[in-house]
T-cell receptor
Framework: ETGVTQSPTHLIKTRGQQVTLRCSSQ?????VSWYQQALGQGPQFIFQ???????GRGNFPPRFSGLQFPNYSSELNVNALELDDSALYLC??????????????FGPGTRLTVL | GDSVTQMEGPVTLSEEACLTI???????????LFWYVQYPGEGLQLLLK?????DKGSNKGFEATYRKETTSFHLEKGSVQVSDSAVYFC?????????FGQGTELSVKP
């Protein structure tokens, strides 16, 4: 059974640029959630995708957007990068039944640095 | 709104010492509760979970009991090892999203 994978591992961008992060969910899972973890903090919920539709969103601006594909993999896109976007971005997959999600399993994360 | 509060770290213990990391929560309804562990440079690993009051989650010698009356989910281990050094996060599930505490760093010395 393959776990949650994310790419790339590390990324360096400059302010104002755009970035796309990718996540492959664990086999058998249909839901992907994205979290932002600033240094020394707990992860903060960005949004969740269930069967290719957004299924909840945290307190993040619209320049944070996402997609989920038919194979349940997902992308997180961030436009107009700001210095405060520097963080570890974590993807978690889970199995949801009727939009009610079970335990979430995390990938290793993508470390984004914005200069 | 829903929230999780953990005891502040860092916590430094000697090998074979007892560990307790306090976690309390505020939530509407009856959320599932989790402990995740994060080793340096890695993502989060599920350590244990409990889905209803009085449930006890356990894994790798760690335990936590879902206490509705005190809204707590304290993490305990009877004898820690150097390999347990990591950051521990308490979390609750609310409407499909996880709400995390700020994390407690544990350092175990030989």
């Amino acid at each position: 059974e393959t776990g949650v994978t994310q790419s790339p591992t590390h990324l360096i961008k400059t302010r104002g640029q755009q970035v796309t992060l990718r996540c492959s969910s664990q086999s058998g899972h249909n839901t992907v959630s994205w979290y932002q973890q600033a240094l020394g903090q707990g992860p903060q919920f960005i949004f969740q995708y269930y069967r290719e539709e957004e299924n909840g969103r945290g307190n993040f601006p619209p320049r944070f957007s996402g997609l989920q594909f038919p194979n349940y993999s997902s992308e997180l896109n961030v436009n107009a990068l700001e210095l405060d976007d520097s963080a570890l971005y974590l993807c978690a997959s889970s199995l949801a039944v009727g939009r009610v999600t079970d335990t979430q399993y995390f990938g290793p994360g993508t470390r984004l640095t914005v200069l | 709104g829903d929230s999780v509060t953990q005891m502040e770290g860092p916590v430094t213990l000697s090998e074979e010492a007892c560990l307790t990391i306090n976690c309390t929560y505020t939530a509407t309804g009856y959320p599932s509760l989790f402990w995740y562990v994060q080793y340096p440079g890695e993502g989060l690993q599920l350590l244990l979970k409990a889905t209803k009051a009085d449930d006890k989650g356990s894994n790798k010698g760690f335990e936590a009991t879902y206490r509705k009356e005190t809204t707590s989910f304290h993490l305990e281990k009877g004898s820690v090892q150097v390999s347990d050094s990591a950051v521990y996060f308490c979390a609750l599930s609310a409407g499909g999203k996880l709400i995390f505490g700020q994390g407690t760093e544990l350092s175990v010395k030989p």
